[in-house]
């Protein structure tokens, strides 16, 4: 079973960027690819971005496309995500999974199968 560890949330300003980082613990337990989810108080887990294995194909969706940035690090087995954060609504825990589904929208939180604890970013005004 594969473990990820995220870092680099914390108290940011609107406006601000910030980095975070995903480490998997081996890279044969992520599947065919790791994605970026958020997850804001009261709503349901969002589909930020993917990053596939194969290929390097990198997917963007909801409402930070346009405004975030992945990348692998594929020594480390390290995924980053840099996000401009906007306002105060972009306040959330940042998830990183792995195992993604064989058939089925990667945006579906539901069909990843591994899950890192978070990491929390909070965005004043």
């Known amino acids: 079973q594969v473990h990820l560890v995220e870092s680099g949330g914390g108290l940011v300003q609107a406006g601000d960027s910030l980095r975070l980082s995903c480490t998997a613990s081996?890279?044969?337990?992520?599947?065919?690819?790791m994605a970026w989810f958020r997850q804001a108080p009261g709503k349901e887990r969002e589909f930020v971005a993917s990053?596939?294995?194969?290929?390097?194909?990198?997917f963007y969706g909801g409402s930070l496309k346009g405004r975030s940035a992945i990348s692998m690090d594929n020594v480390n087995n390290t995924l980053f995500l840099q996000v401009n954060v906007r306002k105060p609504e972009d306040t959330a825990v940042y998830y990183c999974?792995?195992?993604?589904?064989?058939?089925?929208?990667?945006?579906?939180?539901?069909?990843?199968?591994?899950w890192g604890q978070g990491t929390q970013v909070t965005v004043s005004s």
């Open positions: 999974a792995a195992d993604p589904p064989a058939s089925g929208p990667y945006t579906d939180y539901r069909l990843w199968l591994f």
């Open positions: 081996e890279r044969a337990g992520t599947g065919d690819a």
């Open positions: 990053f596939r294995w194969s290929d390097g194909k990198i």
